[in-house]
């Protein structure tokens, strides 16, 4: 059974870049066919899909986060980053990674990190 852990800083201050890490047991980055996610969720708000990067490595982005974010992965640690660029107290949030796969049409999340929360503030 596959599970995500996620680390990084809980505290950042206003216009640096968050960064968090995501360490994958259970399975490889690297298996066909899955997709590995950073959601986020700002308090009191829904879930806010970020980004994905697919076991081929090929990254997707939301657009209205697509300036700021960027997604790398080290297979050799079995681990995927999430990088948030010149944060704003609106990127508080508690951060979560998740495993994705599209089946039959659908896209679903099938697995998930426990969420760590980050506060932007100086």
């Known amino acids: 059974q596959v599970q995500l852990q996620e680390s990084g800083p809980g505290l950042v201050k206003p216009s640096q870049t968050l960064s968090l890490t995501c360490t994958v047991s259970?399975?490889?980055?690297?298996?066909?066919?899955?997709?590995w996610n950073w959601i986020r969720q700002p308090p009191g708000k829904g879930l806010e899909w970020m980004g994905a990067?697919?076991?081929?490595?090929?990254?997707y982005y939301s657009p209205s986060l697509k300036s700021r974010t960027s997604i790398s992965r080290d297979t050799s640690k079995n681990q995927f980053t999430l990088q948030l660029s010149s944060v704003t107290p609106e990127d508080t949030a508690v951060y979560y990674c998740?495993?994705?796969?599209?089946?039959?049409?659908?896209?679903?999340?099938?697995?998930w990190g426990q969420g760590t929360q980050v506060t932007v503030s100086s």
């Open positions: 998740a495993r994705g796969q599209l089946l039959v049409g659908t896209y679903y999340f099938d697995s």
């Open positions: 259970g399975g490889s980055i690297t298996t066909n066919y899955y997709y």
């Open positions: 990067i697919a076991y081929s490595g090929s990254t």
